[in-house]
């Protein structure tokens, strides 16, 4: 499912913020890196609820006659970048929507409204979350905050992506690469 061409970059891999990361938004945050190349980066974050913003609120135009029935879905905040744009994030074990992409073996992320229909079905994917918006990098600059200790870089484990809490992830991400969370320092340093 996953390009060769992808390995040498950090497609599906988790970005877990430093506590001295910088900018408020991104604060304990765990993104899902979606795209990476020479030409810059893309991802979600995967821990930041969005509040009371609903389903319905969002999808003003439906081809069904009613979107209520999803409002029971948590919303999260995805990124600055375009905050009405919605994603999936889900697990592989559902069918390839039109504009699925695979950023592992295990996740794959969907654009386009035609999963609802799936849910609506109860076939959608086993596991999944919808975020708004996306965070996005030009060419270099995650290359450059990961040099300067902003990010750590984890594995993208289905576990920890759908298995923990938004509250909880930061931690368990953290504690995916051996390191108890009370140990980071906000101050970084160079050997």
């Excluded at 938004?25 to 980066?41: D, N, P, Q, T, Y």
């Excluded at 994603?87 to 794959?108: A, Q």
Aim: charged letters at 20%; glycine letters at 10%.
């Amino acid at each position: 499912m996953v390009d060769e061409k992808k390995s040498e970059f950090l497609i599906g891999q988790l970005l877990v913020a430093m506590p001295d990361i910088g900018d408020p938004r991104f604060a304990k945050s765990v993104i899902l890196l979606c795209f990476h190349s020479e030409e810059g980066a893309m991802g979600v974050v995967l821990n930041k609820p969005a509040g009371q913003v609903k389903l319905s609120d969002i999808l003003q135009k439906s081809e069904k006659e009613s979107v209520e029935e999803f409002d029971s879905i948590t919303i999260h905040f995805g990124g600055p970048v375009e905050q009405y744009r919605a994603i999936f994030v889900h697990s592989s074990d559902c069918g390839e929507y039109s504009s699925t992409k695979f950023v592992s073996d295990e996740l794959g992320i969907t654009t386009t409204p035609d999963i609802l229909e799936d849910f609506s079905r109860g076939k959608g994917p086993k596991s999944s979350k919808l975020l708004l918006g996306y965070a996005g990098w030009s060419p270099g600059q995650l290359e450059n905050e990961i040099q300067q200790n902003s990010w750590l870089v984890c594995e993208g484990n289905p576990d920890i992506v759908f298995g923990t809490g938004s509250v909880e992830l930061w931690n368990a991400a953290v504690k995916s690469l051996g390191i108890a969370p009370s140990m980071l320092s906000s101050v970084g340093g160079r050997a």
